[in-house]
């Protein structure tokens, strides 16, 4: 029977390496951010079908920037066999279209917020199903990395269609996030690089053997708490990465300003073209790189990884 109300929260993400090259199969290490989304959904008694959604941070969104969080609960609802009226209402510290997991966390958040309302715990793998099918609606091809990170948390080690490795470290880190500010879409950046793919397979089949390699050095750097030898390695990963066509001028300014201020590395995080880098730095430079970030154009910040995933906030 389901209650008035229910709220659940999922995390953000960045992508440590291998974006891009996992929705070709390669793995990719990907962090939860201690930055989170949280849904609140209503039930509305009286009006059967109807779906209103309001995010607190888009006051004047459009109807097509709701609907994946619509779709989302259409989901949740059609696994519950439902079809109920429901208020949802978003309020999120994750930038939006920044490549940092904003919509995964969005759509977690709500299947699990809809399972709560109806007295249902969904499982982590049904959650990111439903998570996964409703991506899909709006990004064609995705990995399923976005709602599988925003689910489990922490970090993992992911490969499309297999179960998600989680990497434990003995290691406590933090690194700059610096966002360009240009929102970009995700789904227009992965088919950019499939039709790179159709015209030279050969040498993209290269690309992927050194991505799936770099990915493998990164795990084995983390594990040792190597963050400088990690460093390099995001270096040669944006290199693979622009190499594929997905960074851009404003990236690659950040980027730049971040090395020159001393990170061991910086990489672009996420679909790329526009969205947001990430630098890795000892403890002490931390704030000159985010300054030097600032400085260069974006905004900045500090972020640590988080053990929480998906969480039912009731
Ligand atoms: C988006 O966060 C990561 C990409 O690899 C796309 C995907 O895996 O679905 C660019």
Redo the contacts with the bound molecule.
């Keep these: 029977m389901a209650k008035g109300s229910f709220e659940a929260s999922a995390p953000g993400k960045v ?1 440590l390496l291998g ?2 090259f ?2 070709f199969g390669k793995p ?1 290490l990907v962090m939860a951010l201690d930055r989170r989304a949280r849904v609140r959904v209503k039930l509305l008694e009286l009006q059967a079908d109807n779906i209103k959604v309001h995010s607190l941070n888009i006051p004047n969104a459009s109807p097509a920037e709701l609907q994946p969080i619509k779709e989302a609960a259409i989901k949740a609802m059609e696994f519950l066999g439902l079809r109920k009226g429901l208020e949802i209402t978003v309020n999120s510290d994750i930038p939006i279209s920044a ?1 940092l ?1 904003s919509s995964a966390a969005v759509s977690v958040a709500t299947i699990a917020a809809v399972g709560g309302l109806f007295g249902v715990r969904f499982t982590k793998e049904d959650l990111c199903r439903l998570a996964l099918e409703a991506e899909r609606l709006v ?1 064609k ?6 709602p599988t990170i925003a689910t489990y948390g922490g970090i993992l080690l992911f490969e499309k269609g297999k179960p998600p490795e989680p990497v434990k470290l003995d290691l406590d880190f933090q690194l700059i996030i610096g966002n360009t500010g240009i929102a970009r879409s ?1 789904g227009e ?2 088919a950019k690089v499939g039709l790179l793919q159709l015209y030279y397979p050969e040498i993209f089949e290269s690309l992927l053997e050194g991505a799936h390699r770099l990915v493998l050095e990164a795990l084995e750097a983390l594990r040792a708490s190597d963050l400088e030898g990690l460093g390099r390695l995001f270096n040669v990963n944006h290199g693979l990465l622009s190499a594929i066509g997905v960074s851009d001028i404003s990236l690659e300014r950040l980027v730049y300003a971040a090395r020159a201020a001393g990170a061991f590395g910086a990489k672009l995080t ?2 790329g073209g526009g969205g947001c880098m990430i630098a890795l730095a000892e403890a002490g430079r931390l704030d000159q790189v985010v300054q030097a970030i600032r400085k260069a154009g974006g905004e900045a910040f500090i972020a640590a990884p988080s053990e929480r995933g998906v969480m039912l906030e009731a």
């Design positions: 992508i974006e891009h996992v929705v990719a490549g997991g990004h091809n995705p990995s399923g990395i976005d995700t950046m992965v996420g679909g």
